[in-house]
């Protein structure tokens, strides 16, 4: 494997009172497409702004490109931001924005005007390089930012936020967008953001930070499917969670004891002892009125208690006698599947032990 | 035809609509500038007498012109007015971005300190200036002009450099700080970063605590007047004389180049100061 | 910092140090002034009848300008904040403009209105010989506007009206109407709206308005001087008297002094009752 780009070496940043990242390490390859993702107050911002040079870290290490860059100033890494609020300078036209970063490091003027004409086609704003940002609508202005950030070739361009400011039609196209110039580019992205569908969408890799920790570092699909802890799978998608006790394990199977669930065997590669959590995704939960026919499910019985049509999806939540109160979500693949059910009903809720999550709580 | 006076019917919350209310500010508007629109045509009428008007002339002007104490009075106000404009100015700025920038023990006490000068009555700080330029450095009589003038330009800069330091502090609040990282991050260094970005959104803010000093100075009446020495005469305690005598068109005709100099320039900073449109929400 | 904070000391701090020092002085000639430490000219101010009632004077006629200011202050900035978007820069344009034109020049501009043979009594004449009142009353009298305790009230009102709208327009135009849209709603009516929910909520505003105001009339001394008679004298007058013509500069030190406490008094009250609303702060 190839040197990382990006090594974060035992990293804490403490803030008066709260650690704001907490002993952080690991590495982000060369052409990697990265996320921070988390919860707001998780610590992601800090990171990035430590990578940035906005602020220092209180121990550890950030070494770039193999140089360790922690007393390297802010103007002086070869890392470049786009700002969650573009921060585009208002007083100066695009082509000046774009122009800045080569003029005040010295580039010859006719380099400037070249690279930074070339920098807006490649984020199709070739047309406004005389605009003031006021002219600008808010999508264009983070184009300006972008191009702004590739001119001066960073080997690793960090988005605050990029899409945050941006209505849903929008960030859905620039999300595209973002994957597309990233590969165009080949230039490391590392991005912020705390909506798990633009991190699962964009990135290679993720890494869900939560109070100041890095919790797991994974591909979409992996983080996703084996979710480490509670939190990740909780915050990544939606997820029913039923504690339990461990009482016992046999090769790959753990017994567990559950309050709702009764005694189930659930497949596990990890040896896991006391009080754990199951999770299953509700998209994996079977719902129907007759009970299952394979003995190999789990599951329990209950009354649909609420029910939300979202068109192509429902939404269902059943409600055991248990007090527990599990999610499904149903394809409405036709319209028989919407009728067939209604709110008070009773049916028998099940998926299958594969695919259920033993967490450590 | 009937369409153009059509008007939407009055909602509950339309009081910018309400009759009396209207009638009211008007009324108020007229009391507030009547005083001063007469002052400014009497000073064109033809008689002693400012009263009744009788004819149009600009002889008053030009009485006013060939009055040499009155012409020395007024180069020396606008030459206080400069160069306490441009001290100021500096001194305000640089305090505006201290308490913009930086964190230090007591900064409400120091700001607040900051801004006494702008609180305490004139009065005060009239009698202050009096007592320490007449008995502690004593005043700049017989110094070459325009250094004759320096005690009231030193007591005019404190007490406008507050007023710039405020201006220049509530526009830097408005200042996004991405912008400054933005271009640190893009190889700009502190200095570069200073004049490029920071000094351009600074700078409505410093036009218009300049102009604010200048008519502050100009404007001043009881900090000069208990400043001014012996022999030095600036235009308001020159007027102050004048009118204590008798209400003469003369008298109305330097006011109304004062006022005119005055409106201008504060519709400038007002102008300044009015919401940037090139910002970005 | 340092050359600001420098200033400051030397030409603001220092000679108010001074003043502060003579206060506590007696004159021992023309020109000099030792001070012994006595505090007889703050007992002479707070004693003697003649500095009392010029004390309680200004007191009175500051409170009662302050409190019209208020009353013509309020609606108007009511109406600006109320009014349409774009005209609002140049309503409050029309407001604050006269305040910053000279204080003298907008002061000497009463006396002709006001004096015996001005603009006043010239229209008031009109009117009388118009109507033909001077058929049941006789020839018309003008009244004596000047040179007394309406001219100077007339005169801080007029000067300072505009220094109150400020502070007021901020805490209207910050109040979220929809609180008013909730009472009205409710079925409270316009004016029980208006004391119950709009004055409570500005109250801020008012109370910065007419500390703000206060302060400078409490100390005048221009307009009391020129539209003033001999008895309409304010605190400011004295003062002035005192360095000038009277040269017992102790007093006068003394008696600006008083005058300092009293503004640095109702600061605190502002900052008191500002502070205590900091959830809606203005």
């Known amino acids: 494997m190839s040197e990382p780009i990006i090594s974060i070496r035992n990293v804490n940043k403490e803030f008066p009172g709260v650690m704001a990242v907490d002993n952080a390490s690991f590495d982000i390859e060369a052409n990697e497409f990265f996320a921070l993702l988390g919860p707001s107050g998780c610590g992601k911002t800090t990171l990035l702004r430590m990578i940035a040079g906005f602020e220092t870290p209180t121990s550890g290490e950030i070494i770039i490109d193999g140089q360790d860059i922690s007393h390297v100033p802010a103007n002086q890494r070869p890392v470049n931001m786009v700002f969650q609020s573009y921060a585009v300078f208002p007083h100066m036209s695009v082509i000046d924005n774009v122009g800045y970063g080569l003029k005040v490091t010295g580039v010859p003027a006719n380099e400037i005007s070249t690279r930074a004409s070339e920098a807006l086609e490649r984020v199709k704003l070739g047309n406004l390089a005389n605009r003031k940002p006021d002219q600008l609508s808010g999508g264009q202005r983070q184009r300006v930012a972008l191009a702004r950030a590739l001119v001066k070739r960073p080997k690793v361009l960090l988005l605050d936020e990029p899409l945050s400011a941006l209505d849903a039609k929008l960030r859905e196209q620039m999300q595209l967008e973002l994957a597309h110039l990233q590969e165009d580019v080949g230039i490391t992205f590392i991005i912020v953001t705390h909506d798990q569908d633009e991190a699962l969408s964009m990135a290679d890799r993720i890494a869900v930070m939560h109070e100041g920790r890095v919790d797991q570092i994974a591909a979409p699909d992996v983080l996703y499917e084996q979710p480490h802890n509670r939190f990740v799978a909780d915050f990544i998608g939606k997820v029913n969670l039923f504690e339990g006790t461990v009482t016992g394990a046999r090769g790959k199977t753990v017994s567990i004891d559950t309050a709702g669930l009764g005694k189930v065997q659930v497949p596990h590669a990890e040896a896991a002892d006391g009080s754990v959590s199951l999770a299953v995704r509700p998209e994996k939960v079977r719902i129907s009125k007759t009970a299952p026919r394979s003995k190999s499910v789990m599951g329990t019985k209950g009354r649909i208690a609420d029910w939300a049509y979202y068109g192509d999806v429902s939404h269902m939540f059943v409600e055991t006698e248990k007090g527990l109160r599990i999610g499904v979500i149903i394809q409405n693949e036709t319209r028989k599947t919407v009728d067939a059910m209604d709110v008070g009903d009773i049916v028998h809720v099940y998926w299958s032990p594969e695919d259920t999550l033993l967490l450590n709580s | ?281 | ?282």
């Open chain 3, 1 to 282: 910092m340092i050359p600001g904070t420098a200033w400051l000391v030397l030409f603001f701090l220092a000679p108010l140090a001074i003043i502060w020092a003579i206060s506590f002085g007696e004159n021992t000639s023309l020109v000099k002034t030792e001070i012994t430490g006595t505090l007889d000219n703050y007992w002479r101010a707070l004693s003697d009848v003649v500095y009392l009632k010029i004390i309680w004077k200004s007191l009175w006629i500051s409170l009662l300008s302050t409190a019209l200011c208020l009353a013509i202050a309020y609606p108007i900035s009511f109406l600006i904040s109320f009014a349409k978007d774009k005209w609002k820069p140049l309503l409050l344009m029309i407001v604050i403009l006269p305040f910053w034109i000279n204080l003298l020049i907008r002061t000497y501009a009463l006396i002709a209105v006001f004096r015996t043979r001005g603009f006043a009594n010239f229209g008031l004449e009109w009117i009388y010989n118009t109507l033909q009142l001077d058929h049941l009353f006789g020839a018309f009298e003008p009244l004596p506007l000047l040179y007394n305790n309406f001219a100077v009230i007339a005169g801080l009102v007029y000067v300072f009206m505009p220094f109150m709208v400020l502070p007021l327009y901020a805490s209207i135009e910050r109040l979220d109407k929809s609180y008013l849209e909730a009472s009205l709603d409710l079925g409270a009516s316009q004016s029980r709206t208006f004391w119950s929910v709009t004055v409570p909520l500005t109250m801020p505003g008012i109370v910065s308005g007419l500390i703000l105001v206060f302060i400078p009339m409490l100390g005048s001394f221009l307009t009391p001087d020129l539209l003033g008679g001999t008895n309409a004298q304010m605190i400011g007058n004295v003062i002035e008297r005192q360095f000038k013509a009277a040269n017992d500069w102790p007093f006068g030190a003394a008696l600006s002094f008083l005058l300092m406490y009293v503004t640095f008094g109702a600061l605190a009250i502002r900052s008191v009752l500002s502070g205590r609303k900091s959830g809606m702060e203005v």
């Open chain 2, 1 to 281: 035809m009937l369409e153009m006076f059509k008007r939407a019917p009055q909602g509950p919350l339309d009081y910018s609509r309400r009759l009396w209310l209207r009638f009211f500010a008007a009324a108020i508007f007229v009391l507030l500038y009547l005083p001063i629109f007469t002052l400014v045509i009497f000073s064109f009428n033809d008689s002693k007498r400012n009263v009744v008007w009788r004819g149009f002339t600009t002889k008053y002007y030009e009485k006013a012109w060939n009055n040499d104490s009155l012409i020395e009075a007024f180069v020396n106000s606008i030459t206080i007015a400069v160069a306490s404009t441009i001290v100021s100015t500096i001194l305000g700025a640089m305090i505006a971005i201290l308490l913009w920038r930086f964190r230090f023990p007591f900064k409400a006490a120091y700001e607040g300190f900051m801004a006494l000068p702008i609180v305490i009555p004139e009065i005060c700080m009239g009698v202050a200036m009096l007592a320490f330029f007449s008995r502690v450095t004593g005043y700049p009589t017989g110094w070459m002009w325009p250094f004759n003038l320096s005690a009231i330009t030193a007591a005019h800069i404190a007490f406008t450099f507050p007023f710039v330091a405020i201006v220049i502090r509530a526009r830097m609040a408005g200042f996004n700080r991405e912008l400054e990282e933005a271009s640190k991050d893009l190889g700009a260094n502190e200095w570069q970063t200073f004049w490029n970005v920071i000094f351009p959104y600074m700078r409505p803010g410093v036009v218009a605590g300049a102009l604010l000093a200048f008519t502050l100075s100009l404007d001043d009446f009881v900090i000069t007047f208990f400043t001014s020495g012996p022999d030095t005469l600036t235009f308001p305690v020159k007027v102050y004389s004048m009118v204590r005598f008798s209400v003469t068109p003369e008298v109305n005709a330097a006011s109304t180049i004062l006022v005119i100099i005055t409106v201008v320039l504060t519709l400038i900073a007002m102008r300044l100061q009015a919401p940037d449109k090139t910002e970005v929400a």
